[in-house]
């Protein structure tokens, strides 16, 4: 592995764009160095760089797992631990790239300028919608499943009823939906130029990665968790 070519990596998977960029390892116009040559350019502790590199191309992805049976507790968790944390690491990475993207090339490709707006005001967006569901909404959730557990009565939450969160989250949903839709209409659905460099074609890829992993972490919530949370309040009446 470590005569392998950055490039090589990101070839592969573009998910490892973002490890070399932590590591100030340029992937773009030096992307022909081997693993050992940027590890001793950089002093980067090679073993760790190997290992976060073997995690992430491991990593499996979701097969056929049924999250309609899963206590409501348990899959808040999941979507915080999986989605909301993806959300938090790629959303920094994806504003350095669409800025220096749009800086470099934006003259020549305009839809660039654009596409790095919205995505700034999604970031912006999605951190305190994040927020709202990790301290407001769930919360109130894993109480009503503690409380079903132990037998305890629930405690009306300041915001009345969990529907009216929920309603809330919803439509901001829909927002951001709308937003990368604008973003793939844009972008020719991701599609980089053929003058396009590395960076242009991580950049898309990653917008792309991050649009389905939206769509999964809406679809966990919109259709699974939100409507088993109002069901489950009802048994509170």
């Known amino acids: ?64 797992i049924d999250f309609r049976h899963w206590p409501l507790d348990l899959l808040a968790d999941y979507i915080e631990k999986t989605h909301h944390r993806y959300v938090e690491e790629k959303i920094p990475v994806l504003l350095q790239f669409l800025n ?7 003259d020549r490709h305009p839809e660039l300028i654009e596409i790095n707006e ?27 499943v503690s409380s079903t557990i132990s037998g ?29 839709r604008k973003i793939a209409e844009l972008s020719n659905n991701y599609t980089p130029p053929a003058d396009g460099c590395n960076t242009y074609k991580v950049t898309y890829a990653m917008l792309k990665e991050f649009e389905d992993d939206l769509h999964k972490h809406i679809h966990l919530e919109n259709n699974i968790l939100f409507p088993s949370a109002i069901v489950l309040e009802r048994k509170f009446e």
Do not use: W
């Open 118 to 144: 919205l995505f700034i005001g999604c970031a912006a967006e999605l951190s305190q919608h994040l927020k709202k569901e990790e301290l407001v909404l769930f919360p109130f959730i894993r109480k009503m």
């Open 1 to 64: 592995m470590i005569n392998r070519t950055v490039g090589s990596f990101v070839a592969e998977d573009f998910r490892t764009a973002a490890i070399f960029n932590r590591y100030g390892i340029d992937f773009c116009c030096k992307g022909g160095r081997t693993i050992e040559e940027v590890c001793e350019k950089k002093s980067v502790n090679r073993e760790e760089l190997i290992g976060e590199l073997e995690r992430l191309l491991t990593q499996q992805a979701e097969n056929n």
């Open 100 to 106: 220096k993207l749009s800086r470099v090339h934006g």
């Open 152 to 180: 305890q009565p629930l405690e009306t939450p300041h915001f009345g009823t969990v529907q009216n969160p929920v309603a809330m989250m919803m439509h901001e949903h829909d927002g951001e939906g709308e937003r990368f």
